[in-house]
C-alpha cells in the first residue's frame, strides 16, 4: 500500500534563517503515514537499522506490536507496569545494544521507549497507537518510577514517527477526547508565552509559533468532524488530530523546551490530574 511520507528537515528553517536564538533541533527526519506493515518498510530508508527492539503493552501489542515484530523481525518487549523500574530496564537494555527501540503505544509507552532509548543511546521511532498527547514528537519524557515517582526528563524527539490512522481510530473515545483537550489547550499556552515576550521580553520563535498556530486549526478542525454524521467521520477527526498533536511536539522539538507548549493551564490540570485522577489532555483543557 501507498506510504504518504512527509520529511521535516527542509520544512524547519535554520536559527540564523528564523532570527531567533532558539536551536531549530531537526532531529525528526521523517512522518510516515499509511498502514503499519508499509510503513516500517522504509525505516532503513532514513538510516534506521537493525537490530529492533519494540517497547509496547499487551493491548498495544494486538493493535500494532505484533504486525511490527513480524514486518521487522524485531524483538518484542511488553511494559505494563505504570512506574517503570528504572535500574533494571536500563541496565537490561544497555546490555542488549539494540541499534533502534520502537515504542508502540499511548504516551506512557511512547515516553518510556524515548526515555531509555536515549539513555542507551540508540534511534528512536514512535508509533502511537491513541492520539492522547503531543509528547508525540517532542524531545521530553514524563517518567513514574518506582524510586522518583512522577518526572519530568528533557531527551530526544523520535527519528521517525509512523502513523495508522486505522490503529489511531481505534482507540477509545475518552483517549481521542483526551488529545482534543491537550490540543485545545494550546490556545492558552500560546497565549501566554505571548504575554511574556510582549510584557516580560522573554525569548520567542516565529517558527514555533507557526507550528503551535497550525495544531490549534488542526485540533479545530478536528472538533468540527466530530459534529459529523453521528461519529461516522470519527476517522477524519483523528486525522485531523494526530496532525494536531505533532505539530505541538514539533514546536518544542524547534525549541528543545516545553515553554510554548505548556503554560499555566498546564499547572491548573497538574493539580487536577495529580489529585482527581482526571486525564492529562482533559485537565489541560479545564486549566
Known sequence: MQVNVVEL?????????????????????????????????????????????????????KLAGETLEKSLHAD???????????????????NKKYSTMIGVG??????????????????YVAV????????????????FTKVDGRKTVKTRSPLIIIVDYDVLSSAPLTLIASGIGDALAKITSLKDWELGRD?????????????LMRA???VLESIR???????????????????SLISSGIAMMILQTSR???GSEHLIGRHLELNLGVSHGISSAFG
Open 76 to 94: 518484542v518487549f511488553k511494559i505494563n507496569e505504570k512506574y517503570l523500574d528504572e535500574k533494571y530496564w536500563i541496565d537490561f537494555f544497555t
Open 106 to 123: 499511548g504516551g506512557t509507552i511512547l515516553d518510556i521507549t524515548k526515555y531509555i532509548s536515549f539513555i542507551c543511546k540508540a534511534a
Open 260 to 262: 510554548p507548549a505548556a
Open 225 to 243: 468532524c466530530l459534529n459529523g454524521e453521528n461519529g461516522k467521520r470519527l476517522r477524519e477527526c483523528v486525522t485531523h488530530l494526530a496532525d
Open 9 to 61: 528537515t527542509d520544512k524547519i528553517p535554520t536559527q540564523d534563517e528564523c532570527g531567533c536564538k532558539f536551536p531549530h533541533d531537526k532531529t525528526l527526519r521523517a512522518i510516515l503515514y499509511g498502514d503499519l506493515e508499509s510503513a516500517s518498510r522504509q525505516l532503513k530508508e532514513y538510516g534506521v537499522n537493525p537490530p529492533y527492539a519494540i517497547i509496547c503493552d499487551d493491548i498495544t501489542y
Open 128 to 143: 502511537p497507537t491513541a492520539p492522547t498527547n503531543d509528547g508525540i514528537a517532542s524531545p521530553m519524557s514524563v517518567i
Open 199 to 211: 510584557d516580560l521580553n522573554e525569548p520567542y520563535c516565529r517558527t514555533a509559533e507557526y507550528f
Open 216 to 218: 490549534i486549526f488542526k
